[in-house]
């Protein structure tokens, strides 16, 4: 297995009308980067987020934070996200269990040997 890619509900928090459960892509790819993993959010528009696997997994334990983005446990059963840009703040609440499996299966993806 190389890249791993699982799709997972989350919610888009915002002042706004809720928006409701939306589909979010979760995706590693240990042959471009093994250190990180990608969150690619439908709305409001296409944005992507490159980061720290290991701080998806510190985050799910406990506050943890490395420059534009943030993860905490929120409950016994979610997790936020939060990305910060220029333009403001990006705040997204999983279920534990879904990034967990997924951490879970990264952990499992070897890279592809070429020869």
Same mark, same amino acid.
């Given at each position: 297995?190389?890249?791993?890619?699982?799709? *997972?509900?989350? $919610?888009?928090?915002?002042?706004? %009308?809720?928006?409701?459960?939306?589909?979010?892509? +979760?995706?590693?790819?240990?042959?471009?980067? /093994?250190?990180?993993?990608?969150?690619? +959010?439908?709305? /409001?528009?296409? $944005?992507?987020?490159? =980061?720290?696997?290991?701080?998806? %997994?510190?985050?799910?334990?406990? /506050?943890?934070?490395?420059?534009?983005?943030?993860?905490?446990?929120?409950?016994?059963?979610?997790?936020?996200? %939060?990305? $910060?840009?220029? $333009?403001?703040?990006?705040?997204?609440? =999983?279920?534990?269990?879904?990034? *967990?499996? =997924?951490?879970?299966?990264?952990?499992? *993806? %070897?890279?592809?040997?070429?020869?």
């Amino acid at each position: 297995m190389s890249v791993v890619e699982q799709y *997972a509900r989350a $919610h888009i928090v915002t002042d706004e %009308e809720d928006p409701g459960s939306v589909p979010v892509m +979760l995706r590693y790819d240990p042959d471009s980067d /093994p250190w990180s993993v990608r969150i690619d +959010l439908p709305v /409001p528009g296409p $944005h992507e987020w490159t =980061f720290s696997r290991a701080l998806l %997994e510190r985050g799910l334990r406990a /506050p943890a934070e490395s420059g534009a983005v943030r993860v905490w446990p929120c409950g016994r059963v979610q997790a936020v996200v %939060e990305f $910060h840009t220029d $333009h403001g703040v990006e705040v997204v609440q =999983f279920e534990s269990k879904a990034l *967990a499996r =997924f951490l879970l299966r990264t952990y499992t *993806a %070897e890279p592809v040997v070429r020869s």
